[in-house]
């Protein structure tokens, strides 16, 4: 009889495994050659940003993906993709796809392909080994909000419940945690109460430190539906694209976001332009919160963030005029070093104006990564599965019932967040390391130390598409995975849309599924046992349900996969009584927005909270960590380049056609006043520094960024040579977004 792991392996050469009938030049680039005309088609949500759009994806007779359009019934895309959707199967045939699990010999000192038993065995032979010599906890994981819900709740299951482990977190911590803890102390639960309906039904939209127009196009292109001629206010140090087609732009001083909410709502108050009878009925803490605003009289504000009085008072005015008012936050506030509370001075702006649960109105978190909201449920990293507390006893027996496994499993203290894991790695307390479709040694803040902390690893493991990434590069071992149109699964969107992900393709070689692969490591580890139930996707779609039930996010009245095709996406909360009710009402897909396909919280005005009320939080502004001086006198923002880019480039770098549409090589936005001071001409190349390191660019010689500032792309490695490594003290979320750097020529 043969092993789970052969069998898993014998399954490979099936049917799915057969050489794709393509040629990359078919992808992306026009016309599909008569040859490979599509005879099927399917559908499956995009696997590269959190906006959730819906392909048609084309079938051979093979039912292997051959092209892609955009599906213009799906209430999310209308028909629309942006350039990555449109590339999005490229990234698979890459050449430097990793087809075999490849292991470091330590005599040459190169990556040498091996077998998955081999793999298997080395995996679990030095991470066992690391426990055995200091302790359960000194094995970590890093992953992503790249992989499907069942994929990532299964990892959090095997890796806490099967596996010992503790410390694990995701780079969802470096984009989504500041909206995540924001929303749970003010809501009682990560609740993003939209739906993108809302931006083209409010009347006054307000956008801080949110680029749309780049990082999230699709959802641009909503707001560009949006009929009632809306006042668009955009808060941003830099005059983004978004900025320029904003009615109001609004160019902050970095980082004084946090005073500018205040002073607009020092002025709500003073002026009496506040929805009393909502704060009353509906929200605890506003008297504190209108004793501390004193403090913040336009004036003061004024001094500190660059805005004039006049200006701060308008703003507010603006605010308090609009029939419904949303505002949208983005990087720009939640990578900040006091995050969380600039996202609950906007969430504070919405409650003091009734601005929530009614159409376009709300304090919207834009997300990230195609499923940084399922990471942030059932990731099973700082949060137990389904929104749960790892600290409430209660939550721990719940979860131990509903998964089959004893409680004893299931541990009661909290996992160290991703900088608190890079610590513990640089004091040795972190000794093995697990890297899962993310790139650390590019994308975390102060890179230089990532690579610095690679000697202290007894053993670094990537699981990954690519063993060209800067992190596989660096790896003991790497893990062949099966990459987006390569598996099944679920994404849950920025608008809480549980939307289905497809299998269109197969892996390369021995590359599996991260959920196929997980599966041989419980097996290999030796926990199989307690993992029997999540046998495929589709059984562990079952027990996200399960896990749901009685939780804000509850989808228990969803019943598969195919349901949620069927629907167009589902939002959250989904229960059985809403199917039972209302479900048939709901079967039809499609754009027209119906009160079941574009569905927003607290309607009621009842939040999460043991109460039912909605918190009012805020702290006084504390100073930048790294101001500018004499030897770094400039600030340096990072951000979205372009929309033909993603992250660290690992998939959208592979297409022709993205990298048309991209910069080819890392620049550096600098004052026309400034350039002039220092010589330095358009298109000239510089050096930036930091007082970590040092990137060589190319000046882009523009207004759009003030006198004293930089901005650069975050999509070429060098620039978190640069970077800043600090906090906000309750999300962890690093702050990108200003750090002191100098620039020069380099003569
Ligand atoms: Fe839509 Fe985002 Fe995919 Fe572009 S990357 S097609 S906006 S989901």
């Known amino acids: 009889m043969k092993t789970f792991v052969e069998n898993v392996l014998h399954a490979r050469t099936g049917p799915m495994t057969t050489e794709l009938v393509r040629h990359p030049a078919d992808f992306g680039l026009g016309q599909v050659p008569t040859r490979l005309k599509p005879v099927s088609t399917t559908r499956s949500v995009c696997g590269f940003c959190a906006t959730g759009c819906s392909l048609h994806i084309h079938l051979d007779a093979n039912g292997q993906a051959i092209n892609l359009s955009a599906d213009g019934a799906y209430p999310v895309n209308l028909g629309m993709a942006c350039p990555k959707g449109w590339e999005a199967l490229t990234p698979l045939a890459a050449s430097d796809r990793v087809t075999t699990p490849l292991l470091r010999n330590p005599q040459t000192g190169k990556l040498e392909p091996v077998g998955w038993s081999t793999a298997l065995r080395v995996f679990t032979d030095r991470l066992k080994d690391v426990q055995q010599k200091h302790g359960p906890h000194s094995i970590a994981y890093l992953s992503t909000g790249q992989v499907p819900v069942e994929e990532m709740a299964l990892l959090g299951a095997l890796f806490k419940f099967g596996m010992g482990g503790l410390h694990c977190d995701s780079n969802t911590r470096q984009c989504m945690a500041t909206a995540h803890v924001a929303y749970k102390q003010a809501f009682g639960f990560d609740a993003p109460p939209y739906t993108y309906q809302d931006f083209e039904e409010s009347d006054v939209l307000v956008f801080v430190g949110s680029n749309p127009a780049i990082a999230h196009p699709i959802m641009w292109q909503r707001v560009m539906m949006n009929k009632n001629s809306p006042q668009i206010i955009v808060l941003d140090p830099r005059r983004t694209e978004t900025a320029m087609a904003a009615t109001r732009h609004v160019a902050l001083r970095p980082k004084s976001d946090l005073f500018l909410l205040y002073g607009i709502a020092h002025v709500l108050v003073e002026e ?29 504000v004024a001094a500190e963030t660059g805005i004039a009085a006049d200006d701060i008072r308008q703003l507010a005015r603006i605010i308090a005029r609009g029939r419904a008012v949303s505002f949208w936050w983005t990087m720009g506030v939640n990578q900040g070093h006091e995050s969380t509370r600039t996202a609950q001075a906007i969430i504070n702006l919405a409650l003091m104006t009734g601005n929530i ?3 376009g109105t709300g304090a919207n978190s834009i997300t990230g990564q195609c499923n ?28 131990a019932r509903i998964l089959d496994i004893p409680e004893a499993h299931i541990p009661s203290q909290p996992s160290k967040a991703y900088d608190q894991i890079i610590d513990a790695i640089e004091t040795g307390e972190i000794k093995g390391l697990w890297v899962i479709a993310t790139n650390p040694a590019h994308s975390w803040i102060n890179q230089g130390r990532f690579a610095q902390l690679r000697e202290k690893l007894d053993f670094l493991v990537v699981q990954d598409m690519y063993a060209t990434t800067e992190t596989a590069q660096m790896a003991d071992l790497v893990l062949p995975a099966a990459g987006w149109g390569e598996k099944d699964g679920v994404f849950i969107n920025s608008e809480r849309r549980v939307g289905l992900t497809r299998k269109v393709s197969a892996a390369p070689g021995q590359a599996l599924s991260d959920f196929a692969i997980f599966k041989l490591i419980a097996e290999a580890w030796g926990c199989g046992d307690l993992f029997r139930r999540w046998s495929t996707p589709a059984a562990a779609f079952q027990i996200l349900k399960d896990l749901s039930k009685g939780q804000p996010c509850d989808i228990s009245g969803i019943r598969d996969h195919d349901h949620v095709e069927k629907r167009g996406g589902i939002q959250w909360p989904w229960t059985e009584a809403d199917e039972a009710s209302r479900g048939a009402a709901a079967e039809t897909r499609g754009p027209t927005p119906s009160p079941d396909n574009q569905r927003r919280l607290f309607a009621d005005g009842k939040f999460f909270t043991p109460d039912g009320r909605a918190r009012l939080l805020f702290d006084a502004p504390r100073p930048m960590p790294e101001p500018t001086d004499a030897s770094y006198p400039f600030l340096l923002n990072t951000g979205r380049g372009s929309s033909a880019q993603w992250h ?24 026309p006043a400034d350039a002039d001071r220092l010589g330095i001409a358009n298109n000239a190349p ?33 620039v978190n040579r640069l970077t800043f490594p600090s906090f906000d003290p309750h999300s962890r979320q690093p702050s990108y977004k200003a750090c002191a750097v100098t620039v020069d020529t380099g003569a």
Do not use: C, W
């Open 272 to 300: 009496n332009r506040i929805r009393r009878d909502y704060l009353d009925a509906h929200t605890t803490g506003f008297a504190e919160f209108a004793t501390f605003l004193a403090d913040y009289p336009p004036d003061r």
């Open 357 to 359: 649960g009614r159409p």
């Open 372 to 399: 940084a909201m399922g990471s942030r449920l059932y990731a099973n990293a700082t949060s137990l599965l389904g929104g749960r507390d790892f600290a409430k006893p209660a939550h721990r027996a719940e979860v």
């Open 648 to 671: 660290t480039g690992s998939r959208t770098n592979k297409s022709d056609v993205l990298r048309k549409l991209a910069p080819t090589a890392l620049y550096v936005e600098i004052h």
């Open 686 to 718: 510089v050096v930036v520094r930091s007082r970590r390191g040092a990137a060589d660019a190319f000046a882009v010689v523009t207004a759009t960024v003030q006198p004293g500032q930089l901005f650069m792309p975050m999509h070429f490695d060098a």
